[in-house]
């Protein structure tokens, strides 16, 4: 029997992670029969992509209302000259801990290109925590961080590549406006 091309192979990969991603919960068995493989192949992938990091955990998908918490994006211009401090203090977590103190919850974040050098997704319990959140982030960071904008999130309408499931509510939001 002939191996399979690279190619074959890349698109056997994006199959099997297109389904963990719409559930990570789901099955060995149950991923390899929508894809149509062996449940080894599944298997083999899974554990080569976890080995690799190319798969870094996986996502429970929450209803941020249902919990009581609010969702928010945090948009951060840092300093030019206080960027290799900034990227040590967030690779070191000290913004998960500065934010557990308060009830924030930072889901994920990353460096970016454009009008702002970083952003942060997080839950907090309303406007007025993500604002003390804020505000600790510019007194920790002074001469790193210039400037600090927040965004809340009105509706989600997919998260984790999940839908929502109160999508029809969106329209009703539009109506409101």
Request: glycine content about 6%; proline content about 3%; overall charge positive.
């Amino acid at each position: 029997m002939p191996k399979k091309s690279k190619k074959q192979t890349d698109e056997d990969e994006k199959k099997v992670i297109a389904q963990i991603q719409k559930n990570p919960r789901e099955s060995i068995n149950k991923i390899a029969k929508k894809c149509g493989f062996s449940r080894q192949k599944v298997w083999r992938i899974l554990n080569k992509f976890e080995k690799d990091k190319t798969i870094w955990g996986y996502n429970v998908v929450t209803d941020d209302k249902k919990l009581d918490v609010k969702r928010y994006i945090m948009l951060i211009k840092s300093s030019p000259k206080a960027v290799n401090s900034l990227v040590d203090k967030i690779s070191n977590l000290t913004l998960q801990k500065m934010g557990g103190e308060i009830g924030i919850d930072v889901e994920s974040g990353g460096y970016v290109h454009g009008k702002y050098d970083w952003t942060l997704v997080f839950t907090a319990r309303d406007i007025k925590h993500a604002k003390i959140f804020s505000e600790l982030l510019l007194k920790e960071f002074s001469p790193i961080i210039n400037k600090v904008d927040i965004l809340e999130y009105i509706f989600t309408i997919k998260k984790y590549g999940v839908v929502n499931p109160e999508i029809n509510k969106l329209g009703e939001l539009f109506l409101k406006r």
